[in-house]
């Protein structure tokens, strides 16, 4: 009998990797029952804010907290707003091993801010480079461009590059960059930036009136109303610190 051998070393699957947009939940309380309710207030007006969105859970702002997590309730709870907890960053041994009993798994922690140079070391470094005359080209960005507009449910990633969207993003669309967004049309839907931590990304639009924007992990939904001056008209979204910008153009 023959025997066909590309049958046999034909695989039925391939392993890629894969990098997936997640939501990131970050902790300032151990009390599962705070965060219930501050959860339930934050998206009372939007119950199916969420669409199953993967979740990682930042614990760094409680790690010192000697207080348990309950992660059997915390699971629970973002599971009953429409998210899938699948990590777990950021916390104590203690901790990281109560999360790992319920399932999550041990996520690699956020990289650590670089801290500012002081002034006078800045100042020599401007000296040295402008006496040696050191002029290095900016690495070269690539761009997607969207020329469709984008319904609820589609979502488009720019992976390792800025995003151009020159049609809508309608409610529940979402498009994600990893460097900055444009969309030369209304954006009502999901705005990503900055998807693998680039802080000094930023989304462009000639008419903001997102449901989501977030830059390098740090979003605002539309429960926080948008400024008059901004709202519907030309603007611009950038990170200062820890706080989300959004200022006209």
Do not use: W
């Amino acid at each position: 009998m023959a025997i066909d051998t590309a049958v046999q070393n034909r695989s039925s699957f391939d392993l890629k990797s894969a990098l997936l947009p997640v939501v990131a939940v970050m902790l300032k309380s151990t009390d599962v029952g705070v965060l219930a309710a501050e959860l339930a207030q934050r998206l009372a007006a939007d119950p199916d804010f969420f669409d199953n969105d993967p979740v990682l859970i930042d614990l760094t702002g409680v790690r010192e907290d000697p207080a348990p997590i309950d992660f059997a309730a915390l699971t629970r709870l973002l599971h009953q707003h429409h998210t899938v907890p699948v990590a777990v960053r950021g916390g104590s041994a203690v901790q990281m091993a109560a999360a790992r009993s319920v399932g999550l798994v041990a996520a690699p922690d956020a990289p650590p801010t670089r801290a500012p140079t002081p002034p006078e070391v800045r100042e020599i470094i401007h000296e040295v480079v402008h006496e040696v005359e050191v002029i290095r080209p900016a690495p070269r960005v690539p761009t997607v461009v969207v020329d469709k507009p984008l319904r609820s449910g589609q979502q488009v990633y720019a992976r390792g590059a800025d995003l151009v969207v020159l049609a809508m993003v309608s409610f529940g669309a979402e498009v994600i960059a990893d460097g900055n967004i444009h969309v030369y049309a209304p954006l009502r839907g999901r705005a990503i930036a900055g998807a693998r931590g680039d802080t000094g990304a930023r989304i462009f639009t000639t008419c903001m009136d997102p449901q989501l924007i977030s830059i390098a992990g740090i979003y605002r939904t539309t429960e926080v109303a948008i400024a008059a001056d901004v709202v519907g008209k030309p603007a611009q979204v950038r990170l200062d610190g820890e706080k989300l910008l959004i200022e006209p153009l």
